[in-house]
């Protein structure tokens, strides 16, 4: 069973991290980001004639309607463009769009950086940190992500409230399909990123409980071999060292030593010296 859970994480934070990485960089290479619409009013017949309509992404402006009709420009980031725009507004509008560029870029760089990781992690499973450097990465994507949409979005919407209200003007703007892809990729990153952090947080467990004891490795503490321990610690030199002699076995050898030793023989006894008192009669006179 946490085999099949492990192999399901795989294959959906590949499939997601793919997808998400995939979006991203359709947007950011495709222009129908943000779609605008400018005219007037005719007060005759209460119909509206377009003035202009464009579609702008992060790389270039396309007109659709208007004097600049079938024509596209590249967003110049450090000179104007040599277009005709209608109203102030709209010029400013793509001025501050740009301000958000950078965020995507920074993203597609995190997401493309984050799959190449996990696909290497995939391949050798057993470099348990690789899914959690990926994870980090798909996360931070995501964010980056996110905060170049909420700035993209903050600009258009602070645009739009200072724009004048003139009732025989009309000024009508949605976000496109790019905007959604984007969108999009960025749930796709952050399912990527939890899901391989998961798997990261399961392949460690599973090291874990297959990893040995610490206590298998300690040698036994009989004292009858000095090499009782030596094939429970592989990683040990041979000759295992000597170990020095407690107090204890030394007065215990001593002690051996004492009983096992024989006696001395035994030294010659000299012989008894006999004192022969000799009573010598006294001869009469």
Not at 12 to 30: E, I, Q, R
Not at 72 to 97: G, H, R, W
Request: hydrophobic content about 40%.
């Amino acid at each position: 069973m946490s085999s099949c859970s492990s192999r399901a994480l795989t294959i959906l934070s590949t499939v997601f991290g793919a997808c998400g990485l995939l979006l991203v960089g359709v947007a950011v290479s495709t222009d129908y980001w943000l779609i605008m619409v400018e005219g007037i009013i005719l007060q005759q017949n209460q119909s509206m004639e377009v003035k202009m309509a464009l579609h702008s992404g992060l790389w270039r402006v396309c007109f659709v309607a208007g004097s600049e009709n079938g024509k596209c420009v590249a967003s110049e980031y450090f000179t104007e463009p040599d277009i005709e725009i209608t109203t102030e507004n709209t010029a400013n509008i793509l001025k501050m769009v740009r301000t958000a560029t950078p965020f995507p870029m920074v993203s597609l760089l995190f997401v493309f950086t984050a799959f190449v990781i996990s696909n290497i992690g995939h391949i050798r499973p057993q470099r348990t940190i690789l899914a959690f450097v990926s994870g980090i990465f798909f996360i931070l994507s995501g964010l980056s992500l996110v905060v170049g949409l909420v700035l993209y979005i903050s600009s258009i919407n602070d645009e739009v409230m200072n724009r004048p209200r003139e009732p025989e003007q009309f000024f009508n703007y949605h976000y496109g399909w790019s905007f959604a892809f984007a969108a999009s990729s960025f749930l796709l990153k952050e399912g990527a990123g939890v899901m391989s952090v998961y798997l990261f947080m399961k392949r460690y467990a599973e090291e874990e409980m297959y990893r040995p004891h610490p206590a298998l490795y300690r040698p036994r503490l009989s004292e009858s071999s000095d090499y009782s321990g030596q094939f429970l610690h592989p990683e040990s030199s041979w000759p295992p060292p000597k170990r020095g002699r407690s107090t204890s076995e030394a007065s215990s050898d001593i002690s051996i030593q004492l009983n096992q030793t024989p006696p001395p023989p035994p030294s010659p006894v000299p012989p008894p010296h006999y004192h022969t008192h000799m009573h010598m009669s006294a001869s009469p006179c």
